[in-house]
């Protein structure tokens, strides 16, 4: 089974940059569509960014449009999101989630994936 480790969470101040990682226990990492959601107290787990197996073909929610960046690294098997700028209300839980290339689009629900990491957390302060 696959198995999502993120990492990099932690507390950042307004306006700074967090880099958040997503290690993937998977041989065909490549296979995977990846991306990222968010959970904060009181609130639905919502859509951040996501990237396509071949890594060409990303999406973001409006929030993080212009500040947050999805890479990945296939050869690592990991995935990263950059967020820069960050804001109070981007203070939440960080989920990596992994689905199967079953769309030549990129994916924003949460349905459509299969594979769930345990979330790290990120605390912007003002």
């Known amino acids: 089974q696959v198995q999502l480790v993120e990492s990099g969470g932690g507390l950042v101040q307004a306006g700074g940059s967090l880099r958040l990682s997503c290690s993937a226990s998977v041989r065909s990492f490549s296979s995977f569509d990846m991306a990222w959601f968010r959970q904060a107290p009181g609130k639905e787990r919502e859509f951040v960014a996501a990237?396509?197996?071949?890594?060409?073909?990303?999406d973001y929610a409006d929030f993080g449009k212009g500040r947050f960046t999805i890479s990945r690294d296939n050869a690592k098997n990991t995935v990263y999101l950059q967020m820069d700028s960050p804001k109070p209300e981007d203070t939440a839980v960080y989920y990596c989630?992994?689905?199967?290339?079953?769309?030549?689009?990129?994916?924003?629900?949460?349905?459509?994936?299969?594979?769930w990491g345990q979330g790290t957390q990120v605390t912007v302060s003002s």
């Open positions: 989630a992994a689905g199967w290339d079953t769309s030549v689009v990129v994916r924003t629900l949460r349905s459509a994936y299969n594979f």
């Open positions: 990237i396509k197996w071949s890594g060409g073909i990303t």
